[in-house]
């Protein structure tokens, strides 16, 4: 039986898009809560804050390209 993987795909706050890939589908859905509440409460997501964020939640997080970040 396979494992499924969890993907999410973000844009920061200076236009550099992202996916996040995570184990867990809570895992997933923390982070992209986490994201959307930083924005609100305190500003512009940018790629510092994103690698922060996705790793607290053990996400990896990759460009486009297939440059993995994290």
Known sequence: MSESVYYLEYITADEERVFLRFDNEND???CHISLDMYKVQLGPVDMQVLLGIANKF???VARPDGENLL
Do not use: E
């Open 28 to 30: 997933r859905d923390g």
């Open 58 to 60: 053990g996400g990896q």
